[in-house]
T-cell receptor, first 111, second 110 residues
Framework: RKEVEQDPGPFNVPEGATVAFNCTYS??????FFWYRQDCRKEPKLLMS???SGNEDGRFTAQLNRASQYISLLIRDSKLSDSATYLC????????????FGSGTKLNVKP | DAGVIQSPRHEVTEMGQEVTLRCKPI?????LFWYRQTMMRGLELLIY????????DSGMPEDRFSAKMPNASFSTLKIQPSEPRDSAVYFC????????FGQGTRLTVV
């Protein structure tokens, strides 16, 4: 079983829509969670960390559900510029600094 | 800060040749990571260092791959001999509890 699993998508949504992605992880002891964004032929960039209590950054909200071992990313009022692949990241068992990346969920925001 | 700097950005080489990829991490970061990304396998962690010391190289595919970090501001990933299946984008990242990526080296082995 992969350490991190994501729906590859693509999610095709109109501008202004709200879209949510989930990501499941296999290690119940994981402590560090992140969402990264990767544009085509570019490097992954840190979008936001995910905290136990959930956190928000503008139009982006991240949630952690430890009981079900998943994290989520909600994007409100989506923009054309949000089109990218979103990568879920979880730390390895017993190692806060070894990160596993999901294969990514592709988002296409259409005019 | 200039961010993580990788060189070269693109490399095309013939099978059997030695390839060396270079990375300058962000100053002050105590962790350095090498990742490989392909369409089939996504982003895979090859090896990472803490304070210049290799901590986990379990992701290095085979003995043809080696990585060094002689000081806090420089690391190399070497493939010798290279094979067509090594074609991928190789990312270096650095961080302290997180990871910031360089722009990557797109390697093509023909």
């Amino acid at each position: 079983r992969k350490e991190v699993e994501q729906d590859p998508g693509p999610f095709n949504v109109p501008e202004g829509a709200t879209v949510a992605f989930n990501c499941t992880y296999s290690n119940s002891a994981s402590q560090s969670f992140f969402w990264y964004r990767q544009d085509c032929r570019k490097e992954p960039k840190l979008l936001m960390s995910v905290y136990s209590s959930g956190n928000e950054d503008g139009r982006f909200t991240a949630q952690l559900n430890r009981a079900s071992q998943y994290i989520s990313l909600l994007i409100r009022d989506s923009k054309l510029s949000d089109s990218a692949t979103y990568l879920c990241v979880v730390n390895a068992l017993g190692n806060f600094n070894k990160f596993y990346f999901g294969s990514g969920t592709k988002l296409n925001v259409k005019p | 800060d200039a961010g993580v700097i990788q060189s070269p950005r693109h490399e095309v080489t013939e099978m059997g040749q030695e390839v060396t990829l270079r990375c300058k991490p962000i100053s002050g970061h105590d962790y350095l990571f090498w990742y490989r990304q392909t369409m089939m396998r996504g982003l895979e962690l090859l090896i990472y260092f803490n304070n210049n010391v290799p901590i986990d190289d379990s992701g290095m595919p085979e003995d043809r791959f080696s990585a060094k970090m002689p000081n806090a501001s420089f690391s190399t990933l070497k493939i010798q001999p290279s094979e067509p299946r090594d074609s991928a984008v190789y990312f270096c990242a650095s961080g302290s509890g997180d990871a910031f990526f360089g722009q990557g080296t797109r390697l093509t082995v023909v």
